[in-house]
């Protein structure tokens, strides 16, 4: 089976060159307070930036408060959105003519009300971005976790409808990415920025198999429990923890 590789290498200053996987990022803003480390996340995500619907206001709002001593004005004319993209329930007025007069891409989808801003943002990155290569793409969802708790689930939801695009679910402390039993998984553990744990879920089913190395105590038995949930360290050395199982949502 193919391994996966996976590395949280866009929450350091500067992307190593020999970096692998060599990915290109998408991000997409969700109305959700934003990590400290939003203004990195959008220098990496050179490709494509996006605010879903009430995301736009986070960014008005929030982005001045990364650079004090900066005129807001200053701060918001350099942070601007690539589209806005949502049913438009959540921006507020004077947000939507900011940005609107500034260029952004307003994509108003106010007759959808079947699926969640974020699932708008995920099929316009898929199907509306000719230029962008999808082979290594990984989007970057800031804001996506925190708040009320069906918000949470409805973007664990949008990870898993989309298994076959890499994603990121991002939050001041802690980050969430599907691993799909396709693959066997190598994760390339940032340690300056993350762990000392992890949390593994199996999502809709039994993980019938779930064997790991790298972990202070790796699992190597057959699980037939519905629904678990294991929080385990990571180990000093080596900082590569190996995953075969049959459907996961990792948590760090």
């Known amino acids: ?15 190593p060159a020999d970096h692998r996987p060599p990915l290109s990022y998408a991000l997409v803003v969700l109305n959700q307070n934003l990590p400290r480390f939003a203004p990195l996340l959008w220098r990496h995500a050179a490709n494509l930036r996006l605010c879903a619907d009430g995301g736009a206001n986070r960014v008005f709002d929030e982005f001045p408060l990364f650079f004090p001593l ?9 942070y601007m959105p690539d589209v806005i993209k949502g049913d438009m329930d959540s921006i507020r007025t004077e947000v939507l003519d900011f940005y609107r007069s500034k260029g952004t891409e307003i994509l108003d989808e ?36 925190g708040g009320r708790f069906d918000h949470e689930m409805g973007n664990i939801n949008v990870l898993c409808r989309f298994s076959s695009i890499r994603m990121v679910l991002l939050s001041e402390d802690c980050l969430i990415q599907l691993l799909p039993k396709t693959h066997h998984h190598e994760i390339h553990i940032q340690s300056s920025v993350e762990g000392p744990h992890c949390g593994l879920i199996p999502i809709g089913m039994p993980s019938g198999r779930t064997t790991t190395t790298g972990l202070e105590w790796d699992l190597s038995k057959y699980f037939s429990v519905q629904l678990a949930l294991w929080v385990l360290p990571f180990i000093a050395q080596p900082l590569v923890m190996t995953l075969i199982f049959d459907l996961l949502v990792m948590i760090t």
């Open 110 to 145: 106010s007759h959808d009300q079947d699926t969640t801003d974020l699932h708008k943002c995920v099929v316009y990155i898929r199907d509306f971005t000719p230029d962008l290569d999808k082979s290594n793409l990984c989007i970057l969802v800031a804001g996506a976790l």
């Open 70 to 78: 900066e005129d807001p004005s200053d701060v918001r004319n350099r």
């Open 1 to 15: 089976m193919e391994v996966m590789s996976h590395s949280s290498a866009f929450l350091l200053p500067e992307i």
